[in-house]
């Protein structure tokens, strides 16, 4: 009997163990979950490591390196303080050079160029000139600053309100009293509110002009090409050697423009050749106003085959007549010729080698 009433004990306790058990575990599965989410909570995130910012590469960059490798022996490279720039050199093939020829191809044209200019500086050590072929910047790049990243001012932590003791906690619920109380007392009812209070024009002026919060300018093409073209000559300078330009299309334009901004720079001028010149948009003035003001001898050799490049022709030689100081002379090449390039090249040299 005793036996019986064991075994009806003993099976009417169990499922209230197992009841008991399983309370326990989702109690402990429960506390387990909300400890995770704590930790998550008060885990600070990882901040992802700044990748380093790759400057920007342009056309100028690419044309040093290029021509570098396929004329090692001719490359020159011409480094200014913010930039360098390339071109191919070519001593004269005599034991006295009567100078250095520099030349400046059309806007976009490389410095090995195949045209009438790249025939030109092979045929010019010939005749007794250094050639120097600039390899002009690229007009169109546009190098992307990126500035750097704002860093937040470091601040303390902040206490909450039921750690502070009361002393620490009066002054600031009647700071934040007062503030409200002025806030409402200036407040216009139904104007809007304004989040950032704007400075007076003295001290906006004065933030203005604040170093650091102006925008960097970069400088435009014809600046550059300007530094350009003073390292050219500095190089000229360095070898006490008479100085012969030749610019070709818009690029003579830009050179003449050049040559009147910095009149120093003719003293040591020989002579200078326009060969087919054209209006450039990035310069200032006209050709044929740079051409009347410019006090240097200059020679223009072009191909008329329109009215309109007949028109532009005959106002430069006007504007050459009404020149004061220097001459200003006009060579017109035959348009019916198959080779227009190989043309140039024999017209140009042998001008050259008669006249300087």
């Not at 326990?24 to 380093?52: S, Y």
């Not at 008329?304 to 090449?333: C, D, F, H, M, P």
Request: aromatic share 4%; net charge negative.
């Amino acid at each position: 009997m005793q036996r019986i009433l064991l075994l009806i004990i003993l099976l009417f306790a169990a499922p209230l163990f197992a009841l008991q058990d399983a309370d326990a575990a989702a109690e402990n599965a429960e506390t387990a979950a909300e400890t995770m989410d704590t930790a998550k909570a008060t885990e600070t995130p990882a901040v992802p490591p700044e990748l380093p910012r790759v400057a920007a590469i342009g056309r100028n960059q690419q044309a040093i390196t290029r021509l570098a490798q396929q004329y090692p022996h001719e490359f020159v490279e011409l480094a200014g303080e913010q930039e360098a720039y390339a071109a191919l050199y070519l001593p004269a093939n005599s034991k006295e050079a009567l100078g250095l020829a520099v030349l400046l191809p059309g806007t976009q044209q490389p410095a090995d160029t195949r045209g009438a200019l790249g025939l030109l500086r092979h045929a010019l050590p010939d005749k007794g000139w250094h050639s120097l072929m600039l390899n002009l910047p690229d007009p169109d790049f546009e190098p992307l600053y990126i500035s750097p990243s704002p860093q937040p001012p470091a601040s303390e932590p902040e206490l909450a309100p039921d750690q502070l003791s009361d002393d620490e906690l009066l002054p600031l619920v009647s700071a934040a009293a007062e503030s409200a109380a002025d806030d409402a007392a200036t407040q216009v009812p139904g104007a809007p509110e304004d989040e950032t209070p704007a400075l007076p024009a003295e001290q906006a002026q004065v933030v203005q002009s604040l170093p650091g919060t102006e925008e960097p300018q970069e400088p435009d093409y014809v600046s550059r090409l300007g530094v350009q073209l003073d390292l050219a000559l500095a190089r000229a300078q360095e070898q006490n050697a008479a100085l012969l330009l030749i610019a070709a299309h818009d690029s003579a334009h830009l050179l003449l423009q050049y040559l009147h901004d910095n009149p120093q720079q003719g003293a040591q001028l020989a002579h200078v050749i326009l060969f087919e010149p054209q209006q450039s948009a990035a310069a200032s003035g006209t050709l044929a106003g740079l051409v009347e003001q410019l006090p240097l001898p200059v020679t223009e050799f072009y191909t008329a085959a329109s009215r309109t490049q007949q028109e532009q022709a005959r106002q430069r030689l006007n504007a050459g007549k009404r020149k004061t100081v220097g001459s200003y002379q006009q060579i017109r090449l035959d348009a019916l010729l198959p080779d227009q390039a190989g043309q140039a090249n024999r017209r140009i040299a042998g001008w050259i080698y008669k006249n300087l």
